[in-house]
């Protein structure tokens, strides 16, 4: 009897397997809500066998909305505004000229899924501050997404820690639309709900306005180890 994943021969736990895995692709084909089922299917799985389930090396895709319409380089732009003396917008290829930063750190969700020494790619947040001339008064800084839903933000002093990245690489590779792409958040050490997918938008601004997440709960000061009231802080 070959293994052959007919009707016939192949042993059971193969075929929960291939059934999980469909329902897996059929995830990242039809968007973020069922990846939410996969991830409490998985909280729930005394097997493991969940963890087979393709999302990139444990990553899951979140999405606050059912779909996003994905941008390419041809109609990606990034703004800067708010308190700032120059407002700027940025196409690809003008975010890909600037100067590039790597960090390599664990990713880590609040609830509790780790991805290990995950490298990131991209212009220091505090490059494009820098750029646009943060004005007196300012004190933080108010992240959009062209999901047209998910928002968050940072002290204008955590925008401008060097490892808080306008990411254009994951995994060494361009930003998938599925984790975000063209061009992404990254506050590595932060919480990843932090890490705005599908940004658009950065405006300076007197006050912190607190993310999707934070309205329901999160902490604004999202530090991994020292917020929400759990986790190590990630390896470095
Ligand atoms: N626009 C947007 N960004 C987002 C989210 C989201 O739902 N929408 N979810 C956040 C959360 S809770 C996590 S854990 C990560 C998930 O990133 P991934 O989908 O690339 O794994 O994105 C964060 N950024
Ligand atoms: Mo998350």
Redesign the pocket.
């Known amino acids: 009897m070959t293994d052959d994943g007919g009707t016939s021969g192949a042993p059971v736990g193969r075929r929960v397997v291939l059934a999980m895995l469909g329902l897996g692709v059929a995830g990242v084909a039809a968007g ?1 809500y069922l990846q939410r089922g996969v991830e409490a299917v998985t909280s729930k799985d005394p097997t493991g066998l969940a963890g087979l389930l393709p999302g990139g090396g444990g ?6 909305v059912s779909s996003v319409t994905p941008r390419t380089a041809a109609d990606y732009t990034l703004t800067v505004d708010g308190l700032v003396d120059r407002p700027a917008s940025y196409r690809l290829p003008e975010l890909q000229a600037l100067p590039q930063r790597r960090i390599v750190r664990d990713v880590q ?3 509790g899924w780790r991805v290990p020494a995950t490298p990131f790619e991209g212009v220091r947040l505090a490059d494009l501050l820098d750029a646009a001339g943060v004005r007196p008064g300012a004190t933080a800084v108010r992240f959009s ?1 062209f ?1 047209g ?2 928002s968050e933000s940072l002290t204008l002093d955590q925008a401008r820690r060097d490892d808080v990245l306008v990411a254009l690489r994951m995994q060494d590779a361009p930003v998938s639309h ?3 792409g063209p061009v ?1 958040l990254y506050v590595a050490p932060m ?3 932090k ?4 940004l658009s938008g950065i405006t300076v601004t007197s006050a912190v306005e607190p993310g ?2 934070e309205h329901l709960g999160y902490d604004v000061d999202a530090w991994v180890g020292k917020s929400n009231g759990r986790d190590d802080a990630p390896t470095v």
């Open positions: 973020p990553f899951r895709y979140y999405s606050v969700c609040v609830t997404c999901d839903a998910y599925e984790h975000g992404r919480y990843f709900y890490s705005a997918k599908w999707y997440w």
